[in-house]
T-cell receptor, first 112, second 114 residues
């Protein structure tokens, strides 16, 4: 069955530290991959996406993610965390059909 | 563009009452999704419309839930009768096309059933 696994429901980093949020997918066909961010009391919004082409994708707010087919991964990184990055992050994918498969989410805490 | 609009933003009702949630998708988008988000179950897809036609409602929990999309600019999700376990945040999202990528989410409706 198609699925998305986000390792760690909570991640805590210090301000200025590297942010690494892990995502692995299970799909038998090439996927379209996404990271969405949800701030408190808001809907999800797109952070970045991979469809085809370059496997390193840059998004908003300094985030980037790399598609690694051999590892079936799409981890999200940011070199230096900011307090405003505190939010919940969702990895998602779809394989060309209508349905987007979302992961369970990872809540990022940023310590001053 | 105003984005996806949902109303009301908050709804508190008593068990057994009918609840109607409303969504206006982004103009020109032809796919619309209703999701439910809870701490226990995360983000669940309830139903998906394409060109105003329901394509897959397999995520609708039970017959108490129904959704309609009478035209391209309006959709409703109705719960009748409501139960406390329906308490959740309900999101509407729209996309430009069936095989598209980004989903544009509304701000959500926080439903509390007492």
């Amino acid at each position: 069955a198609q699925s998305v696994t986000q390792l760690g429901s909570h991640v805590s980093v210090s301000e200025g530290a590297l942010v690494l949020l892990r995502c692995n997918y299970s799909s038998s066909v090439p996927p379209y991959l996404f990271w969405y961010v949800q701030y408190p009391n808001q809907g999800l919004q797109l952070l970045l996406k991979y469809t085809t082409g370059a496997t390193l994708v840059k998004g908003i707010n300094g985030f980037e993610a790399e598609f690694k087919k051999s590892e079936t991964s799409f981890h999200l990184t940011k070199p230096s965390a900011h307090m405003s990055d505190a939010a919940e992050y969702f990895c998602a994918y779809h394989t060309g059909g209508f349905k987007t498969i979302f992961g369970a989410g990872t809540r990022l805490f940023v310590k001053a | 563009d105003a984005g996806v609009i949902q109303s009301p933003r908050h709804e508190v009702t008593e068990m057994g009452q009918e609840v109607t949630l409303r969504c206006k998708p982004i103009s020109g988008h032809n796919s619309l999704f209703w999701y439910r988000q809870t701490m226990m179950r995360g983000l669940e897809l309830l139903i998906y419309f394409n060109n105003n036609v329901p394509i897959d409602d397999s995520g609708m929990p039970e017959d108490r839930f129904s959704a309609k999309m009478p035209n391209a600019s309006f959709s409703t999700l109705k719960i009748q009768p409501s139960e406390p376990r329906d308490s959740a945040v309900y999101f509407c999202a729209s996309t430009p096309g069936q095989y598209t990528d980004t989903q544009y989410f509304g701000p959500g409706t926080r439903l509390t059933v007492l």
